[in-house]
């Protein structure tokens, strides 16, 4: 899968040996959507506003820190926001599932619990989202968000957010199999927003917008205590482990901040053991967010992880508020 990744994002011809592939995914893409489009397959319209966050290509772009940044940004103008979530990688007992930052990461998947962790906000995991946004509404919730949301259509959108590598873009602009993207680029005009985490590949326009994800604190997975980024609590070389949509982010994320590191990919959604932190030497292990709420049961002192939070351009903070009260 790795080698595939790193096609679309090359000037590799080879992967277009799957076109056939690829016009199947689409004409599979297309008639699914057409079903919501037609009343053949029910859209539920929550009665409080639902905000979107997702993206049109595979792996990771930075969607979780700005659902994270919005669920507080909206908590702090006297929202009561909901997360919901697909829960990908878990499988609960029961759905709905109520999600908080001590949940086990195999019934709730590694995304939720860090969103809970990091926004103490209500969060609801079920693979049917309307049922989960449901569950929000009769607890009080009077917006919610839909975290990797875009292509599940059975939950009725106000809002739609696309998140958007700046780095890496589009990748060769194909769809699966034969480049990255989930939906055709034809998709994004259709969006309210589309948001480019870092330096954008894409003109600008109305509709585009900048953030930036940035390191906010260093977290000790034994007993949850963070440290101010500008005080790294270790030395010398770490062991860097990064199971995520783009591990490249995190390992560059590091060498910006002066540390020294031994690079671990491992694929996005990686499921941690204790044997994958047994290192022969004594060097800390460093590690995304999302990877620690899995680790954190057997991690031991040598642990940490580096919390990322996103800063949205001004820009997109005001054309929010006007949507916001427009609705």
């Not at 699966?176 to 927003?193: H, I, K, Q, Y």
């Not at 590949?201 to 500008?230: E, F, K």
């Not at 292990?285 to 939070?309: G, H, Q, Y």
Request: charged share 20%.
């Amino acid at each position: 899968m790795r080698r595939l990744q790193n096609a679309w994002y090359s000037d590799a011809r080879w992967p277009r040996l799957l076109t056939p592939l690829e016009l199947l995914y689409k004409r599979a893409v297309h008639s699914r959507r057409d079903a919501f489009a037609t009343s053949r397959r029910q859209v539920w319209h929550a009665p409080v506003p639902v905000i979107v966050v997702g993206n049109i290509t595979v792996g990771g772009t930075g969607k979780s820190p700005l659902v994270a940044w919005l669920g507080r940004w909206l908590s702090e103008r006297g929202w009561r926001p909901g997360i919901v979530a697909r829960g990908y990688g878990g499988h609960a007992p029961r759905y709905p599932f109520y999600v908080d930052e001590h949940s086990d990461v195999g019934y709730a998947g590694d995304e939720p619990v860090m969103l809970a962790q990091q926004t103490r906000l209500p969060v609801v995991v079920d693979p049917d989202r309307p049922r989960a946004a449901r569950k929000l509404v009769a607890a009080g919730c009077d917006i919610l968000l839909s975290d990797d949301g875009l292509q599940h259509f059975a939950l009725g959108r106000d809002i739609e957010l696309v998140v958007v590598d700046g780095a890496r873009g589009f990748g060769n602009g194909r769809c699966l199999p034969v480049g990255p993207l989930r939906e055709p680029l034809s998709r994004l005009a259709e969006v309210d927003a589309v948001i480019s985490n870092g330096d954008p590949q894409m003109p600008a326009s109305a509709s585009h917008y900048a953030m930036t994800t940035v390191p906010a604190a260093w977290r000790h997975l034994n007993d949850g205590v963070c440290y101010s980024i500008d005080q790294c609590p270790f030395s010398g070389r770490v062991h860097a482990m990064a199971g995520i949509g783009n591990p490249q982010r995190f390992f560059d994320t590091l060498t910006a901040l002066g540390v020294d590191h031994q690079r671990h990919p491992l694929p996005d959604h990686y499921r941690f053991s204790a044997y994958d932190l047994r290192f022969t030497d004594n060097l800390p292990v460093v590690m995304t967010a999302k990877d620690a709420v899995k680790c954190r049961p057997f991690a031991n002192e040598r642990c940490w992880s580096l919390d990322i939070e996103a800063r949205p351009e001004q820009a997109l903070v005001d054309w929010l508020s006007k949507r916001l009260q427009a609705l």
